[in-house]
């Protein structure tokens, strides 16, 4: 049986603390721990810069999500657009998710000005502080070199690295989650109260940052915390339901806020079906992503349109599979070997305690991906690859120890756990093939390396070599990340990336989960490109709309320099923008579109608040009649474009009631002017 220093009591915790000054932490922040090894602050420092690398590199050719660009950019423009999650910043509709990511890029584009690094810098910041943390925790429990390795397993995650370039808010989702681990496993090793409830608020902030996907983690967090928790069983559920009431408050308080505010006083609920926050926390943003349809519109069971159909194989299909499964077979490996080594370990053993959380982490956000059968999107999945990190590092550091050890139980899973991944990692390079140079070379490493690394493992159990043990370790680890790497490399470098459906590498699926830059890019709806995507604008999000103000200023606003500024709700062009712009006379909204995915390329055009008449599908019940109606009469709104595009077309009673009252633009098809002689 392996044997690993036992973690420090929590006194003695608390004292190693309080006997280091200010001055010492910092050094040893910069330099490491005295008892580590002298290669391992390096080493982190190294994989971070690597991080950053990858995250920030070409920052200037990230598009970004248009969708949340444009609600970051109106809420620059207006505080009740910032607290709502509004898409304009007359704040007519919000987003489909709660607002605290746009928050924190929108508090960087208040501070630094509206623009591509201003709004990536948070992301690129979350994204390298996930690997820190990730680091610090593994290490915590495992040792250095276990640390090492998750770091940077998770910073070589294809989807992780294509994620993290991007403005959607998972990357602020997983470091929530994961601050949410670091508090509950320092619960379970002191079993006080605090950091139980800072767990259940960090898992709240992430509820306001994606909703139910936060709480996917939860099943495990509760188990570890009531099995290992070192305290009497009643004070672990005391200390639960205490971390319970932190929980629903930090999760809730937005949106009780929201649903309490009149309805006319306040934005309409993007992706509802009543107006509610509620609705769309169990609608289209909980039950509809598992089952495939719920009373929201939004989520109708075309989830295989974007990461394949549900079922146990999705996470190793043609679309998902480069993107997350390289080391799932390898932690599976590993964690049962982990937890067989810990076996007789007492109840509130520390380093199981770990296992069983990153373990509960890969099992359940594995089930609820590879089964959902709503919407799906690959760049969901950036949200396993901590545990599949933490158990790579951690099992495999334990597995290693075993084998060198001559554990006769578990001695031989190593090689076997290697060579498993290696040639599941070739298999997903030979679906690259022919994509390019990189992942013929990726393919080449990872035969040579893998097969290097088994039988050097082999080799040198049997002739007793140690070193030769830890050189076939060390192969191992290139064998297993050269594959990852390739992809994340093609993430990080490509010049033009899909900002609503990013993902890494070549586009290998053929469906709507293609490659970066290489296929169309995801919607809920249907395969068309979204307007302001890479295919429809060239959109870069520093640029001034012509005349404004220079380039990175909060007064100034991003603009498309392409032809068209959407395509969702037909072509809406830059000439018809700047028409609306010399002709909006005063109006709060510069025009009414069908979707959200047209509404935002034209704010990020023109820098003038766009309504959404049907939110992202098209089928929210944001405007009626009535409503456009005031609208028009109190001079607020003048043109609709009115469009047909099945069920992104615009309402039929709006747009019979619009064509038969309004004035048409003869030169830009669908628009529409309108004014308060108009209404009856």
């Known amino acids: 049986m392996t044997t690993l220093a036992p973690p420090p009591a929590p006194?003695?915790?608390?004292?190693?603390?309080?006997?280091?000054?200010?001055?010492?932490?910092?050094?040893?922040?910069?330099?490491?721990?005295?008892?580590?090894?002298?290669?391992?602050?390096?080493?982190?420092?190294?994989?971070?810069?690597?991080?950053?690398?990858?995250?920030?590199?070409?920052?200037?050719?990230?598009?970004?999500n248009t969708f949340y660009d444009a609600a970051v950019y109106s809420g620059t423009k207006s505080w009740k657009a910032f607290f709502f999650g509004a898409l304009d910043s007359g704040s007519f509709i919000t987003v489909d998710k709660p607002p605290f990511a746009l928050w924190v890029m929108g508090l960087s584009a208040r501070v630094f000005g509206y623009g591509t690094w201003q709004l990536m810098l948070p992301m690129?910041?979350?994204?390298?502080?996930?690997?820190?943390?990730?680091?610090?925790?593994?290490?915590?429990?495992?040792?250095?070199?276990?640390?090492?390795?998750?770091?940077?397993?998770?910073?070589?995650?294809?989807?992780?690295?294509?994620i993290n370039r991007d403005t959607n808010p998972d990357p602020v989702l997983v470091l929530l989650m994961l601050l949410g681990a670091a508090a509950l496993l320092k619960a379970v090793r002191t079993g006080r109260l605090m950091p139980l409830v800072w767990s259940a608020v960090a898992i709240g902030f992430a509820f306001n940052t994606k909703m139910m996907q936060a709480y996917v983690v939860l099943p495990a967090f509760f188990l570890v915390y009531v099995w290992a928790a070192?305290?009497?069983?009643?004070?672990?559920?005391?200390?639960?339901?205490?971390?319970?009431?932190?929980?629903?408050?930090?999760?809730?308080?937005?949106?009780?806020i929201v649903d309490l505010i009149p309805a006319s006083s306040r934005p309409y609920i993007g992706g509802s079906t009543d107006n509610t926050v509620w609705d769309l926390v169990i609608g289209y943003n909980g039950f509809g992503r598992i089952f495939g349809a719920s009373s929201s519109v939004g989520s109708q069971g075309n989830g295989a349109s974007f990461g394949g159909s549900a079922g146990f194989h999705r996470m190793f299909n043609e679309i998902t599979g480069g993107q997350i499964s390289w080391l799932i077979p390898f932690a599976a490996i590993a964690l049962t070997g982990a937890l067989v080594l810990r076996g007789r370990a007492p109840r509130t053993d520390a380093r199981r305690a770990a296992l069983l959380l990153w373990g509960g982490w890969l099992v359940l956000h594995y089930l609820t991906f590879s089964l959902a059968e709503g919407t799906f999107h690959?760049?969901?999945?950036?949200?396993?690859?901590?545990?599949?990190?933490?158990?790579?590092?951690?099992?495999?550091?334990?597995?290693?120890?075993?084998?060198?050890?001559?554990?006769?139980?578990?001695?031989?899973?190593?090689?076997?756990?290697?060579?498993?991944s290696a040639v599941w990692a070739v298999v997903l390079l030979r679906r690259a093939s022919g994509s390019g140079t990189l992942y013929t070379v990726a393919e080449v490493v990872v035969a040579l390396a893998g097969a290097a690394a088994a039988l050097g493992l082999v080799a040198g159990r049997l002739a007793r070599r140690r070193k030769l043990v830890g050189l076939a370790a060390l192969t191992a680890v290139v064998a297993l990340l050269a594959g990852p790497a390739a992809y994340s490399v093609s993430a990080a470098t490509t010049a033009s990336t899909n900002g609503t459906n990013p993902t890494a590498g070549p586009n290998t699926g053929g469906g709507m989960g293609g490659g970066v830059g290489g296929g169309p890019s995801g919607s809920r709806s249907g395969g068309n490109a979204p307007s302001g995507s890479g295919d429809a604008g060239g959109r870069s999000m520093g640029q001034p709309p012509s005349g404004a103000g220079a380039t990175g200023t909060s007064s100034g606003s991003p603009s498309q320099s392409g032809r068209t500024a959407g395509g969702m709700d037909g072509e809406v062009s830059s000439a018809m923008i700047s028409y609306l712009r010399k002709h909006q006379?005063?109006?709060?909204?510069?025009?009414?579109?069908?979707?959200?995915?047209?509404?935002?390329?034209?704010?990020?055009?023109?820098?003038?608040?766009?309504?959404?008449?049907?939110?992202?599908?098209?089928?929210?019940?944001?405007?009626?009649?009535?409503?456009?109606?005031?609208?028009?009469?109190?001079?607020t709104l003048h043109y609709v474009v009115v469009s047909g595009d099945g069920g992104r077309s615009t309402s039929s009673e709006i747009a019979t009631w619009v064509k038969k009252h309004g004035t048409a633009v003869s030169a830009y098809s669908g628009l529409y002017r309108l004014d308060a002689s108009d209404v009856g």
């Open 230 to 256: 070192r305290c009497g069983l009643g004070r672990r559920i005391r200390n639960l339901a205490v971390a319970t009431v932190a929980l629903v408050v930090s999760s809730a308080w937005w949106m009780v």
């Open 378 to 420: 690959p760049y969901y999945v950036t949200a396993m690859a901590p545990g599949i990190a933490a158990l790579a590092g951690a099992g495999g550091v334990m597995l290693y120890r075993a084998f060198k050890d001559g554990s006769a139980t578990w001695g031989w899973v190593l090689p076997g756990a290697v060579a498993v």
């Open 585 to 635: 006379d005063g109006a709060a909204w510069l025009v009414a579109v069908a979707t959200d995915q047209t509404a935002s390329s034209i704010i990020l055009e023109s820098g003038q608040p766009v309504i959404s008449m049907g939110g992202w599908s098209g089928s929210d019940d944001a405007m009626t009649l009535a409503k456009l109606k005031s609208l028009v009469k109190a001079g």
């Open 11 to 64: 006194a003695q915790e608390g004292r190693h603390r309080a006997s280091n000054p200010p001055a010492s932490r910092m050094r040893r922040l910069l330099t490491g721990a005295p008892e580590d090894p002298r290669w391992a602050r390096p080493a982190l420092w190294a994989i971070l810069v690597l991080a950053t690398a990858l995250y920030a590199w070409n920052l200037t050719s990230i598009t970004g």
């Open 124 to 162: 690129v910041a979350v994204g390298s502080g996930s690997v820190a943390l990730l680091y610090r925790m593994v290490k915590r429990d495992f040792g250095v070199v276990a640390g090492t390795v998750a770091a940077l397993t998770l910073t070589l995650t294809p989807i992780t690295v294509a």
